[in-house]
């Protein structure tokens, strides 16, 4: 297998770009595509403060990490954000769930008996926009890669989710002062090359998924898209760029939401008390 570029021993090929590269040809493809994703949809500009959500997964470097309680998936995953941050001098933000809340995930889950992953979600968006606004940041960049991306696409079509289907994007404008705007600088890539990247610059993560991950819908539709993969490469990449590129406007709302600030919180939302804040309400009630 040679190097497309310099003709060179590939390390890795990648079957959707129909190529092959070599340690260093493969790294400038990587921070091409993320510079392409920057670019393509004026994610943010050289002199604007980005804040980096970081899971201490591979797709991530330096930034906020959110501490979501869940056992030693939580302890692993925040010490190998603290060490890389700190190697590199750089300012790590950490928010707990438990803080915000008064308990970790998994008792959080128990208190609203709504999936795990959906009680976590809620959570990490709220405490993601709400550190940003806290710490004057414009925009928080998040590490969704290509195949979280095609399998939250492949979802929200299964179930013809509309309202999901408009707000999927690479990048989501801010709509009120106190929103951060949201960016996925990572959406061009697959899961496979930011593992990839990461091992090939040294960086350190966490192999072992969350224990909530295992039977989760987001899950089972990745491996239903990874066997599409597998028979034809590019499948997900076709599914997710035809959607972003064709149809995407389709689903565009007439009215636009109006959003407000929370009565307890002071986030936004679109009620008149946001989801988080009823949440916190649910593990008081059971609680007591
Ligand atoms: S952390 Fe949270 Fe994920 Fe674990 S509980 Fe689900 S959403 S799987 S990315
Ligand atoms: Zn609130």
Redesign the pocket.
Known sequence: MKCRKCGGTAVLELPRHNAAFCSADFQEFFRKQVAEAIRKHKMFTAEEPVLVAV?GGKDDTAGLYLD?G?FE?SVESKAKCESFAASRGQKLIVERVVDAVGAG?PEVQKATRRP??S???LS?RYLMNRAAVDHGFPVIATGHNLDDEAAVLFGNVLHWQTDALSRQAPALASTHPKLARRVKPLYRLSERETAAYAFLRGIDYIVD?????KG?T??AHKQILDRLEESSPGAKHNFLFGFLEKARTAFDSAEPVTLQQCAVCGQVTTGEICAFCKLIDQVKRRRA
């Not at 998924?209 to 991950?213: I, N, R, V």
């Open positions: 899971s979501l869940i998936y995930i795990t992953c009680a976590c979600g990490k998924e969350c224990p909530f991950a989760a987001s899950i």
